[in-house]
Every structure is written in C-alpha cells, then in structure tokens.
C-alpha cells in the first residue's frame, strides 16, 4: 500500500507569513498532484508534478518533487486568508489510481 | 475547463434505506470514474474504480454489496449505499479522468453529503 504522509498536520498562521507542507513516502510516484479543499466541496487541483527534482511556482505558491520522486513540498508566500484550507498532495500510481496524502489542514488569521 | 457534477449535493435518509448518488462527467467521456469517502477533516480515502462497461474494482475492506456501482455510459456512474446505516453517513466525493487532451487530468465533483438517521 502507497502511503503519502503530510507534515504538519495542522498550521494556524498569521496573515503575511511563510509556511511550507510536507508530503513524504517511501513509494516512488510517476507524478504527484497538489489539491486544495474548502469545507463542503470537491478537491482543486493546483499544480501536477512529474519530474525528479521539478520545480513549480503558481503565484505565492512554489512546489517542488523530490529527485526520487518520493516526496514533495509546497511553499507558500506572504499567506492569505483565502489560502485557508485543506491541502492535500496525491501520488499517481497505477491504473489511473491517485493515492491521496494525510492532509495539511491550514488556516491564516486576518 | 473540465466539470464533474454529483447529484444530490445533500442527502439525509433514514436508516435501512438505499440512497443512489450520481457523478457525470459534463464536456468529457470517462472510462474510469472513482469514489472517495472523506471523514471530517480527514483525507479521501479510495473506495472503488469505476470502469464503463465492466464491473468496479474495490479498494480493500470496501463492501462491494454495501456499495454498488454502475457505469452504465461513457459519462455517468451511479454509487448506490444500500441499506444505509449511520455509520455510513460521510462526504461521498467522484473524479473521473479526462484522456483527451496532453496530459491526463483527473477532476473531482463537488461531493454529496450524506446523513443517515
């Protein structure tokens, strides 16, 4: 079983601050996506990652896979109240099959 | 861009009965539809791969009698929770997988909501 751990778990911040999620397995991915949740809905898609060692910026959101491609990072800039949310990384393995992480539950205080 | 809808949002049943949840697929086709369970602040946990035309896959310790799963087109598929119990009552979440343009993208529905009494 392909699991996908994220740290922490839970990050209040204020507004303006910097935090980075974890997410770390021991299974190798061929790619790796990061969602966002808000309560009561669906995962959005934010970036997909497929290459060892790629980097990614989507505004104040920088992602980076590992070069083994076994775990990622997601760094966020100067964080927003509408960065408020449930992020989750997922791993692409077979089948079509994405394994979801444990999830990072952020929250940024006006 | 891509859109996936489920059908209802809502629901509250009470327990004993079956509740049908539908997923399409909008402007795509989809061979393969899956289904989440998503507890309270926890992460989505995979119950089963819909395929279109053949009988679903389930994830281990998944009931495959409890819940039942029909990919009857290229666009829908329905996940029937028979026999609901309270126990069952959770956020019920669908994706399916668009193949049609460079790079596969998968896109979740928005969930249904389910509450047994």
């Known amino acids: 079983t392909q699991l996908l751990e994220q740290s922490p778990q839970f990050l209040s911040i204020q507004e303006g601050e910097n935090l980075t999620v974890y997410c770390n397995s021991s299974s190798v991915f061929s790619s790796l996506q990061w969602y966002r949740q808000e309560p009561g809905e669906g995962p959005v898609l934010l970036v997909t990652v497929v290459t060892g060692g790629e980097v990614k910026k989507l505004k104040r959101l920088t992602f980076q896979f590992g070069d083994a491609r076994k775990d990622s990072s997601l760094h966020i800039t100067a964080a927003q109240p509408g960065d408020t949310g449930l992020y989750l990384c997922a791993g692409a393995g077979g089948y079509q099959k994405v394994t979801f992480g444990t999830g990072t539950k952020l929250q940024v205080i006006p | 861009g891509a859109v996936v809808s489920q059908h209802p949002s809502r629901v509250i049943c009470k327990s004993g009965t079956s509740v049908k949840i539908e997923c399409r697929s909008l402007?795509?086709?989809?061979?393969?539809m899956f289904w989440y369970r998503q507890f309270p602040k926890k992460s989505l946990m995979l119950m089963a791969t819909?395929?279109?035309?053949?009988?679903?896959?389930?994830e281990q310790g998944v009931e495959k009698d409890k819940f039942l799963i029909n990919h009857a087109s290229l666009t829908l598929s329905t996940l029937t929770v028979t026999s609901a119990h309270p126990e069952d009552s959770s956020f019920y979440i669908c994706?399916?997988?668009?193949?049609?343009?460079?790079?596969?993208?998968?896109?979740f529905g928005p969930g249904t909501r389910l509450l047994v009494l």
């Open positions: 994706s399916a997988n668009d193949l049609s343009g460079e790079q596969e993208t998968q896109y």
């Open positions: 819909s395929n279109e035309g053949s009988k679903a896959t389930y």
């Open positions: 402007d795509f086709q989809a061979t393969t």
